[in-house]
């Protein structure tokens, strides 16, 4: 009776150990067989390509045009090969697969060196920007004309509204990955505008002059390709995105067509 006692507590023990063991795992991603690249293109609809929007300034003029017009860029759309500017892109799970997105091990730290938003002349630089979760984000005013910042981005990024003088900057902690864009604006000058995305992986991207993005370390796999314009809205209509498969040392290619709303 007392073996069986022992036999049956050691059974209890074992099973509670795998219990405990396979719940461990299940928040942990399995290791990919490799990694690969995204290289992307996000190109304009539109049958004729205007010029771009002039700006009306109407604060501080004589600093604002001091380097020139001012133009647009909630729609920059390259005329020779039709590449449309600030679209974000990201990769994401896809239906039925991971939770998470597997990382690289040299992607895994989160970038030392803060996320950098500056106001010079009459207009946010970048214009879009994007960052990881834990990252911290530095909004500079390096004009001499005062500015404020600000952001706001729903519930989780409910944000703030601080004057910026010249020279000076705001330190801005614990924005939270979301689907949720940052909004970021100037009240003093109100045609300033920029975006800013969170996620809490690294692969994600910006296109640029050309429309053009890249992922590197990419896990390989099937998952969703997300990719979101301030004035397209998602591209192709859909917020889950494209899927792809990336393969090990592979290279994936994608064109993405995005028309302003």
Known sequence: MRYLSIAVALAFLTGLAVSLGDRAGAGEEPAPAGWGTIKGQVVSGEANIGDPKMIA????AAHCLSKGPLLSEEWVVNK?????????AWLAPASGGPAKLPIHPSLAALPAKPAELDQPCCQFVPHALALREGQVLIAKNSAPVGHNVHYTGGLKNPGDNKLVPSGGQLVINGLKADRLPVKVTCDIHGWMNAWVRVFDHPYFAISDENGEFEIKNAPAGTYNLV???ETSGWVNGDKNGKPIE???GGEVKVQLVANPQ
């Not at 300034?57 to 501080?60: A, E, G, L, N, P």
């Not at 020779?80 to 974000?88: D, E, I, M, T």
């Open 57 to 60: 300034v109407t604060k501080d």
């Open 80 to 88: 020779k090969n039709k590449g449309v500017r600030y679209a974000f």
């Open 227 to 229: 990719v979101w314009h």
């Open 246 to 248: 990336i393969k090990p």
